[in-house]
């Protein structure tokens, strides 16, 4: 009697590692080819600001990926999470590479913004409460409940965004960042081209003065971003940023390490709330 074969999921469509590669190369000459080609300000600005934000995001997180992994292992000596792989300098540099990258597609993106506000046009970016908020520019308790909404609206985002790029169709434009098993610092933004422009596009909704944001609250928003970023993929744990972090809702670098580890669990990127909702989390004790 013949085996009942094993049920097989059928997909209309699946986008192969080659196809993947392509993609990759060409979609970061594409956005800046638009910038000088199409970006209302001149190909001059969009490649003066496009320069100066990748030089500056490339340098800073390189620099403070260094700086952090530094400080992990040789100050507070914090515990490697799987001291059992074998790490290499091959896979830093790596990791440097595709973070490299995805600051070039932020660049690119960004770049469109930075060319506009250099030219004197309004922009999303401002500086008072009072243009922020001008309903109530007293209330910064209001803005703060606002940051709130906002963050976990952008989470939810990265989180049904990063589900997605685990669909079997659509995982070879992520497949790289899973390269790094037992992850550093270095891959905090180690993401390929695709995934980096679903990452960085709303950067874009800053080009609106209709949607005005403070600039000092961004500056603090992106700094903890980054920052959040490079411990999540530290590799090691401290115990006390752990509890910091799990009390008020963040990840951690023991809950990501995981999603790394295993990939089908921990898909939360700045919050483990849609993973607790969700249940697709598995948060270490």
Known sequence: MKKPS????????????????????????????IGILYCPEGSEAYLRAFSYLFFAIAGTILSSAWIAEFAYQYIFCCRRLQAQKNESSKMRYEEAWE??????????????????YLAGKPTAIVFTLAEAQPEAPEA??????????????????MYFKHRLLHWRPLFAFHRDHHMFHNPSPFASFAVAP?????????VLLLCFPQLPILAQAYALWVTGFVW????LHAGYIGHISETILRSIGLNSSGFHNIHHEKTIQNFGELMYI??????????PA
């Open 99 to 116: 973070t490299t990258r995805a600051s070039w597609m932020f660049a690119s993106l960004a770049g469109f913004v930075r060319a506009r």
């Open 228 to 231: 959040l970023n490079l411990y």
């Open 140 to 157: 910064i308790w209001l803005y703060i409940v606002k940051l709130i909404a906002v963050t976990l609206l952008v989470d939810f985002y």
């Open 6 to 33: 094993s049920v097989s999921t059928s997909y209309p469509f699946i986008v192969s590692g080659e196809t993947a590669r392509i993609i990759h190369t060409l979609l970061p000459l594409l956005i800046v080819g």
């Open 274 to 283: 849609w993973d607790s909702i969700l249940q697709t989390g598995n948060h």
């Open 194 to 202: 695709v995934e980096a422009f679903l990452t960085f596009a709303p």
